[in-house]
């Protein structure tokens, strides 16, 4: 099955400065990456993804980027303010024929400090 | 207009006993899943089902039964419950199968096993 590994697991940075998120996975089959942003105590939320016939995307000061041949995919986060503060979770998504299963990342605690 | 909703937010409850989760979605989703995530806050799928069939079933023990009355309803049964059924249960939906669709969370049930 496939595996999701995801680094660090925890990232400390200044207000103002970038956060890089690095993952992972071994199935070259998975298709989809999703990334959320789980605040204490809250849901999982999507906050962008990329599917696999795309190398790039990005959403104001969030992007994220995809290397199939390497199977490794990283999220980055630019101008960072407090409240990006929160633990992020990459995943990947296979497509089993019955149904897409998405693999979690370990997560990333970012702690963005002023 | 909640789209993803669980009951109870909290259960608090003794080893040995039996207990329910609900999950409602009103996205109009053909499919949903149940998650669990641990005190290390690893997320993990256990089932899912799309249009009340079930289509995951991960390495789950027996004692925790799915059921899906409809495709807007997915409830958790655990029987004889363990200490180490502690833990925060998501409950998601997405759109169809078959295609990696993004996955919503609802707010997750905080179960307690004393």
């Known amino acids: 099955g496939e595996n999701v590994e995801q680094h660090p697991s925890t990232l400390s940075v200044q207000e103002g400065d970038s956060a890089v998120i690095k993952c992972t996975y071994s199935d070259s089959a998975s298709n989809y990456f999703p990334w959320y942003k789980q605040e204490l105590g809250k849901r999982p939320q999507l906050i962008i993804d990329?599917?696999?016939?795309?190398g790039e995307k990005k959403d104001q000061r969030i992007a994220v980027t995809l290397n199939k041949t390497a199977k490794h995919f990283s999220l980055h986060i630019t101008e960072t303010q407090p409240e990006d503060s929160a633990v992020y979770f990459c995943a990947a998504s296979t497509n089993t024929g019955t149904a897409s299963k998405l693999t979690f990342g370990t997560g990333t605690r970012l702690q963005v400090t002023l | 207009d909640t789209a993803v909703s669980q009951t109870p937010k909290y259960l608090v409850t003794q080893m040995g006993n039996d207990k329910s989760i609900k999950c409602e979605q009103n996205l109009g989703h053909d499919t949903m899943y149940w998650y669990k995530q641990d005190s290390k806050k690893f997320l993990k799928i256990m089932f899912s089902?799309?249009?009340?069939?079930?289509?995951i079933n991960e390495t789950v023990p027996n004692r925790f039964s799915p059921k899906s009355p409809d495709k807007a309803h997915l409830n958790l049964h655990i029987n004889s419950l363990e200490l180490g059924d502690s833990a925060v249960y998501f409950c998601?939906?997405?759109?169809?199968?078959?295609?990696?669709?993004?996955?919503?969370f609802g707010p997750g049930t905080r179960l307690t096993v004393l």
């Open positions: 990329i599917r696999s016939n795309v």
């Open positions: 089902y799309n249009n009340k069939e079930l289509i």
């Open positions: 998601a939906s997405s759109q169809g199968l078959g295609r990696a669709d993004t996955q919503y």
